[in-house]
């Protein structure tokens, strides 16, 4: 119950396309659900996160959408661009109690030029 | 702001060796924690620390993993005896405090056991 499943494992994108990446999490007493981003040789940076009481948030060319009934969440990077190309994390985590981040097993995106 | 710091970023030891790995969060930051990052994985927690005190160490194989984190600035992260599979990236993360949202990840140790 405290899997995050993620996917697809891997994902190439030509550049200006939408890279969509998706989620599903079981445990409903998940509060909190960041994308994380990771480049080769370093650790996972906050890229964007949602908490359940919204359906969609958008930063830039990065957004969320969090649909609570299918217990499910997605990551949009729209105008896909070269710069973006790494590994991708969903994560959720309780802001109260555990609080510990439970990530998905990442998804490697390639935005080919 | 200086992010976190871990050191080594690298280490390549045999087994049943020992190995430690050291890590400094953001100034300021109480909440500590390691993770352990196998190839081709996600982040899975060892252990998280508010201040000095060690409050979710239940994925921790205790029999050959120890941290500690005196004056609840600092940690270490100790394996000994170190096995094959312990090879992964240990990755050491802060947060402001207890139920803030944002960890800051620092770049990971990766550790190769022969």
């Known amino acids: 119950q405290q899997q995050v499943k993620q996917s697809p494992q891997s994902l190439i994108v030509q550049k200006g396309g939408i890279s969509i990446i998706n989620c599903a999490y079981e445990?409903?007493?998940?509060?909190?659900f960041p994308w994380y981003q990771q480049f080769p040789g370093k650790g996972p940076a906050l890229l964007i996160a949602?908490?359940?009481?919204?359906s969609e948030k958008k930063e830039g060319r990065f957004t969320i959408s969090f649909n609570k009934s299918a217990k499910q969440f997605s990551l949009h990077i729209m105008d896909s661009q070269p710069g973006d190309s790494a590994t991708y994390f969903c994560a959720a985590s309780m802001l109260e109690g555990a609080q510990k981040l439970v990530f998905g097993q990442g998804t490697r995106l390639t935005i080919n030029p | 702001e200086a992010g976190v710091v871990q050191s080594p970023r690298y280490k390549i030891i045999e087994k049943k060796q020992p190995v430690a790995f050291w890590c400094n969060p953001i100034?300021?930051?109480?909440?500590l924690y390691w993770y352990r990052q196998n190839l081709g994985q996600g982040p899975e927690l060892l252990i998280r620390?508010?201040?000095?005190?060690?409050?979710?160490d239940s994925q921790l194989p205790k029999d050959r993993f120890s941290a500690e984190r005196l004056k609840g600035v600092d940690s270490t992260l100790k394996i000994q005896p170190a096995e094959l599979g312990d090879s992964a990236v240990y990755l050491c993360?802060?947060?402001?405090?207890?139920?803030?949202?944002?960890?800051?990840f620092g770049p990971g140790t990766r550790l190769l056991v022969l």
């Open positions: 993360a802060s947060s402001l405090e207890a139920g803030r949202e944002t960890q800051y």
């Open positions: 100034s300021g930051h109480n909440t």
């Open positions: 949602i908490r359940p009481d919204v």
């Open positions: 445990n409903t007493a998940f509060d909190y």
């Open positions: 620390y508010e201040n000095e005190e060690a409050v979710d």
